[in-house]
């Protein structure tokens, strides 16, 4: 049964992808692997993670849709310039959202406020 590409719309015999969309996509799935480092190599040593433990043992919830679970602890752009001043990454300095919020959070600020 044929169907569409649902990248680009070709129309194709199988699957959901045309061969060329899906070499594509498998080749930036690889190269968004080998992109990333850990989380102290991004800098989240251990006193950022016992904060963000901290954090999500005080808030149960995401601070946008009230989500309960996948909970993670977001730094605002502030906690960085504190951390690279050499000051500690304070309590009101983070905020608890969900993973899908977080991820959202992060791609509005856009990848100048990111840590790298």
Request: aromatic share 4%.
């Amino acid at each position: 049964m044929k169907s569409t590409c649902i990248t680009c719309g070709t129309v194709i015999d199988s699957g959901t992808r045309c061969d060329p969309c899906r070499r594509a996509d498998d080749n930036r799935r690889i190269k968004d692997h080998a992109a990333k480092t850990s989380s102290t190599t991004r800098g989240y040593d251990q006193r950022w993670r016992r904060l963000s433990e901290r954090a999500r043992k005080l808030q149960h919830f995401c601070s946008d849709c009230g989500a309960r679970d996948d909970l993670q602890a977001d730094h605002s752009p502030a906690a960085w310039r504190r951390k690279e001043k050499g000051l500690a990454v304070r309590l009101q300095d983070i905020d608890v959202v969900c993973g899908a919020c977080n991820r959202r959070r992060g791609a509005a600020r856009g990848k100048e406020t990111r840590r790298t």
